[in-house]
């Protein structure tokens, strides 16, 4: 009996993604409409060959493979809407949960999205808890609980360990870079200064997790993208905007269609500056360099003398 109702559960919630992504089909064109499909949704299946190879070329895969961005724009959603309509916390917290967990279901529930709603509902509870959020105490949570139910994820999952990389070094390496590059600010902030701290954060946390996840990108793929810090930059900035107008434009599309019409030029625009954006940097001639077998001797060179020099820096900080 569980297994059919699990069964009904998991065909609904299909049937309303295939609904949207029907919807996205016939207010945006190709390559747009699979564009958006793996912001939201996570499907790359349909994206044309091109788009794919410039994603490698520039570093850029990560923004159509759901994660704990994706998760954690979700959860914010819900509580801002709920609370917004003056829906009580405890209760907005139970919606936003459940709606997490319907919605991975809703896109597969790979190992790397689990783990961001775990991490995502571990947020909303320390929220909820009025407790300081511990993300590395989240972290080992979230991994020991997928590792549980499933062992195998550890060694065969590139996803996972892509995953885990990339928020050890957001959680570890993060912190020591914006101390590195801190500046005081005295007094109010103009709008480019805040625009400046915005470009710096987004910068500081691509330059964290790439330096984690490198050894084993390296390891999968053989090549490492050298304008991935500076594109990330350029294009992360927008990636909340594309997903709530491209989620508002499919949403509207529903209720009355020429306004799903005119949302979905304004997430075109989006999308478009983005393509053009990593197609622009993919066709640099050093976008990205081939790693052969006698570059690690350089790579492990490196990691040491940076290893060094983050080991120099959190103990002045604890000084």
Wanted: charged share 15%; proline share 3%.
């Amino acid at each position: 009996m569980a297994e059919g109702k699990g069964s009904k559960i998991k065909l609904f919630l299909a049937k309303i993604k295939n609904s949207f992504e029907n919807k996205l089909d016939l207010i945006l064109s190709e390559p747009h409409n699979a564009f958006l499909k793996g912001l939201l949704f996570g499907e790359r299946e349909s994206l044309p060959a091109d788009l794919v190879l410039n994603f490698q070329r520039t570093g850029t895969t990560h923004i159509v493979a759901l994660s704990g961005y994706n998760i954690t724009l979700l959860a914010r959603f819900f509580l801002i809407v709920l609370l917004y309509l003056t829906v009580p916390y405890y209760l907005s917290f139970w919606v936003a949960s459940l709606a997490i967990i319907l919605f991975v279901v809703m896109v597969g529930a790979s190992p790397s999205v689990v783990r961001a709603a775990i991490m995502g509902i571990l947020v909303l509870l320390a929220g909820r808890e009025g407790r300081s959020y511990h993300i590395t105490n989240a972290l080992v949570f979230a991994g020991a609980l997928m590792l549980w139910q499933n062992p195998k994820i550890l060694r065969f999952d590139a996803a996972f360990q892509l995953s885990f990389l990339a928020t050890l070094g957001l959680v570890y390496v993060s912190p020591l870079l914006e101390k590195l590059f801190q500046r005081r600010h005295s007094g109010l902030r103009t709008e480019k200064e805040h625009l400046f701290l915005s470009f710096k954060k987004i910068f500081i946390e691509t330059i964290s997790a790439q330096f984690a996840v490198l050894p084993l990108l390296i390891y999968l793929f053989g090549q490492v993208s050298l304008v991935s810090p500076l594109v990330n930059v350029l294009i992360l900035l927008a990636v909340p905007y594309v997903m709530a107008v491209g989620f508002a434009a499919a949403a509207s599309a529903f209720i009355f269609y020429p306004l799903g019409q005119i949302l979905g030029w304004a997430a075109w625009v989006l999308l478009e500056y983005k393509i053009r954006i990593i197609s622009l940097f993919a066709g640099l001639p050093l976008a990205f360099v081939q790693v052969s077998g006698w570059a690690w001797a350089i790579l492990i060179i490196f990691y040491i003398f940076l290893l060094g020099v983050f080991i120099k820096m959190f103990m002045r900080a604890r000084s």
